[in-house]
């Protein structure tokens, strides 16, 4: 079944790239007793035959809207996830194929066109949500895949490199040919950057996202029961005590990013790295009140303002998900039994 799927999917390609020998090569590494993420997605030309060559695998595909792509797809296993996508722009065919088991990450890279092919393979491993080894190689070819010879891709990794962990293109390639002295502060680097990029770039949506109401203290146990070690403990209490002197209300409504980034950073995810920001709701008699918390490593902030329950209403409106939970809808005072 899997092998007739899997050649299903590739006769939506165009001719140039299934009869490339590197290709066929790279498609033949990928096991076949794979099981499918999300929808396998194809252009509408290649939806539009399945729809009468293949009608029962039909609701295993969806049709791309980039106009660029050819083809995206997820399979997992039962010990690591594989990504493939395919793009064609200017005339060039990239390709990327993605595998990753939690401890280690490969990607090659292949570009495909009418003068030459270039191929790039990515190695990372990981360890707690460290990247501890990062190794990266470039090789062109002609068309009868005879090696280019002097190649110098030394900007190129180091670009990727730069891109990778927010650092200057100036100072990419000593840190890359010197990363196992330097890992720990290039993660930690990177990691602060992504936090801060996260809060950036966050849809309305995500900010206004919200979990069930509960009560600060069941907040603290819930984490206090994952904690391992004393450390993490003196982090909960930390966060938990400057909240409690500023949000003086027992229940309160947490945005989900806020409470995974806290819960990330005191159970060691992010390398005692915390730059977060997201919202707690409390509701009084007649409002509500709008806490706008910022939390790092060495600080909390917490700003206050006082809502209507009308715009309270319409913040909640606004969170992805939100209207699944009862309990937020009651707090809220959008229950359908009122």
Do not use: W
């Amino acid at each position: 079944m899997n092998k007739t799927l899997l050649n299903l999917i590739l006769a939506t390609l165009p001719s140039d790239i299934l009869k490339d020998l590197f290709f066929q090569n790279l498609i033949n590494t990928i096991d076949l007793d794979f099981k499918i993420c999300g929808k396998i997605n194809v252009n509408e030309q290649s939806l539009e035959a399945l729809k009468i060559i293949a009608p029962h695998l039909l609701n295993l595909f969806d049709k791309i809207t980039n106009k660029d792509e050819l083809l995206n797809l997820c399979f997992y296993y039962p010990d690591k996830l594989l990504f493939l996508s395919i793009t064609k722009k200017n005339n060039n065919y990239e390709i990327t194929l993605k595998t990753t088991n939690g401890t280690e990450t490969k990607i090659v890279s292949f570009i495909l066109n009418n003068q030459l092919k270039k191929i790039k393979t990515t190695t990372l491993k990981h360890e707690l949500g460290l990247i501890t080894d990062y190794k990266s190689a470039i090789y062109l070819y002609d068309n009868s895949y005879q090696k280019i010879k002097d190649q110098k891709h030394t900007e190129e990794i180091s670009t990727d490199f730069a891109n990778l962990f927010f650092i200057p293109q100036s100072l990419s390639l000593f840190f890359y040919l010197n990363f196992h002295k330097y890992y720990k502060e290039l993660n930690k680097y990177r990691l602060f950057k992504e936090m801060e990029l996260e809060i950036l770039t966050r849809p309305i949506n995500q900010e206004y996202e919200l979990l069930e109401p509960m009560k600060i203290s069941a907040l603290k146990t819930k984490i206090h029961y994952l904690t391992t070690n004393e450390k993490q403990r003196e982090k909960l209490n930390r966060i938990i005590n400057e909240i409690s002197k500023v949000i003086d209300k027992e229940e309160i409504v947490i945005s989900k990013l806020l409470f995974e980034s806290i819960l990330k950073y005191i159970l060691d995810f992010t390398q005692d790295m915390i730059y977060t920001s997201g919202i707690i709701i409390t509701k009084e008699y007649v409002a509500f009140n709008h806490y706008k918390v910022t939390i790092t490593a060495l600080d909390i902030i917490i700003n206050k303002s006082i809502i209507t329950p009308k715009e309270a209403q319409e913040l909640f409106l606004i969170g992805k998900n939100n209207q699944d939970k009862p309990h937020l809808e009651e707090f809220f005072g959008l229950s359908k039994t009122r």
